[in-house]
């Protein structure tokens, strides 16, 4: 098919035929053709994704990709005989934005079990299921501290939160209690399908025996707090913990799991399908917990470090002084034009505490309106002499500048 300009321009024509000259299509086939998709093309052809400048965002991030690719330290899991089996040279990174977007490099096709990466999904399940009032009488939301695996409860003899072994296996008590387990097992399955937008997942029986035959540690919690009286009434401990060892054996990709990504920072909607998977404020206490205590008791160091040294993508990267940093979904021109209006706003009433904050933040001092005119230009027209003697003195300005 001919390009969107070549549509738009014959779209007043009854017809219009490919490049090839082989295939005619009329005006109702095409509507036919790309009505499902109609957002998606509208926001290209407007460049109105979230992330205008997108092949400057996949530079940046394949520049990651590669520096990160020759770090050789660490090891894959052993404590399941499985997983030691990976080939520890696996590597991919894939990225897919709340309107779409996609980018992946590496061995993106590569399966791989979800294992912990599971929680936070189930968690957000499971809050669908029931409230989180009731979620939070069996399991607290405040970070541990500790090993993952530790057996220990917090003062109120509850899991601490629902990423680590002890509040996932208890998570995995609440899906569903009245199903068998065969029924159980693929309402989860289907859930995950439609947050990665019908896109890989599977299930991995050799990682689930493995798993399952090397879980002393998880038996031990299991029943730890059994004779705590964690569980709800009537609860299976075996089952339970089958169902956990299913849930860490569900296999993605780097793609399909991108886009389950996408769908917890899209509030629950899909951005491929547009379906809503999960309540929003489900959506809101998952990534909360995610953001202190995702990474165990490494969580407080993920949120200093990784893709927020280079991008704005910290909690509070907006606070007034802070350094500026890479912004994706800013456009260009249009944050240029803002630069230029607040930094003229503050030259023309004289604010030398603006201007020394836009400096900070490492603005361009020259930036000027339609007319040429710079802040020099108007700090100069208006007399003020403190902001002049910044600009030319501490900013370096170009005073030989000229306005229309």
Not at 37 to 54: E, H, Q, R, V
Not at 84 to 113: K, L
Not at 128 to 144: A, F, L, Q, T, W
């Amino acid at each position: 098919m001919r390009n969107f300009q070549d549509v738009e321009n014959s779209y007043n024509y009854d017809t219009f035929q490919d490049s090839l000259g082989s295939t005619f299509i009329d005006r109702n086939l095409f509507k036919e053709c790309i009505q499902d998709n109609i957002i998606l093309i509208t926001k290209a052809l407007k460049n109105s994704f979230i992330i205008p400048d997108f092949p400057s965002f996949r530079h940046n991030i394949d520049q990651i990709y590669w520096d990160l690719r020759a770090n050789r330290t660490g090891q894959v899991a052993t404590y399941i005989p499985q997983l030691a089996r990976m080939n520890p040279e696996y590597w991919a990174v894939s990225i897919c934005t709340v309107d779409g977007q996609r980018h992946s490099i590496g061995d993106v096709d590569v399966p791989f079990t979800l294992q912990s990466c599971s929680k936070p999904l189930t968690y957000a399940l499971v809050q669908d299921e029931y409230n989180p009032e009731y979620v939070h009488k069996y399991i607290g939301r405040e970070p541990s501290g500790r090993s993952f695996n530790e057996i220990k409860l917090d003062y109120q003899m509850k899991p601490h939160n629902p990423m680590i072994n002890a509040g996932a296996i208890l998570i995995a008590s609440l899906v569903k209690p009245q199903m068998n387990s065969a029924d159980r097992f693929d309402y989860v399955l289907k859930y995950l399908k439609r947050m990665a937008g019908g896109e890989y997942v599977s299930f991995s029986n050799p990682v689930f025996l493995s798993e399952k035959e090397t879980a002393d540690r998880n038996f031990a919690l299991g029943y730890y707090m059994r004779e705590n009286k964690c569980f709800p009434a009537n609860v299976n401990l075996m089952d339970v913990m089958d169902f956990y060892f299913q849930l860490c054996s569900v296999e993605v990709t780097s793609d399909s799991t991108a886009v389950m990504a996408a769908t917890l920072a899209n509030g629950g909607y899909c951005p491929l399908t547009d379906e809503k998977v999960i309540d929003p404020a489900s959506v809101r206490n998952t990534l909360s917990l995610m953001h202190s205590c995702g990474m165990y008791d490494w969580s407080g160091e993920f949120a200093f470090k990784e893709l927020v040294n280079r991008f704005n993508f910290h909690h509070y990267d907006n606070l007034v002084h802070t350094p500026k940093k890479v912004d994706p979904t800013q456009q260009k021109m249009a944050n240029r034009a803002l630069d230029a209006v607040s930094l003229l706003f503050g030259a023309y009433n004289g604010d030398v505490t603006a201007m020394r904050r836009y400096h900070l933040l490492g603005m361009d001092m020259n930036l000027s309106d339609y007319d040429g005119r710079t802040a020099l230009h108007l700090a100069s027209s208006e007399g003020h002499e403190k902001v002049v003697s910044f600009l030319t003195e501490k900013c370096k300005v170009d005073p030989f500048l000229k306005d229309r």
